[in-house]
């Protein structure tokens, strides 16, 4: 799914009354907030959705693939996305998996 399907799912869920550019400024607008505050390292809680957050990675030591050298790799901040218990029930029965495997 690209953001433009996704611009086509919101208007589609709304109805009429709104544009499909007033749409594409919801969800921009939405992914501007979920950025910004990832990036001042603030946590997103979406009930039943899920959370994102901002994670930690120690400095570590790593290999080069190709000549096997030791590489150091620096600490470095990476946002993660959690998915809530009820989120991951409803894909697991959308793909007919049972949860948990």
């Not at 921009?28 to 990675?57: C, K, P, S, W, Y």
Request: glycine share 6%; net charge positive; charged share 30%.
């Amino acid at each position: 799914m690209t953001k433009a399907d996704l611009v086509d799912q919101v208007y589609e869920a709304i109805g009429p009354g709104i544009t499909k550019k007033d749409c594409a400024a919801v969800v921009d607008g939405f992914l501007n907030a979920v950025r910004n505050a990832l990036a001042n390292e603030e946590r997103i809680e979406l009930r039943g959705f899920g959370t994102f957050e901002v994670r930690h990675r120690k400095a570590r030591m790593a290999r080069n693939p190709r000549t096997g050298d030791p590489v150091r790799v620096p600490p470095r901040a990476v946002p993660v996305f959690r998915p809530s218990k009820l989120w991951k029930e409803f894909v697991a029965e959308e793909a007919d998996y049972p949860p948990g495997s």
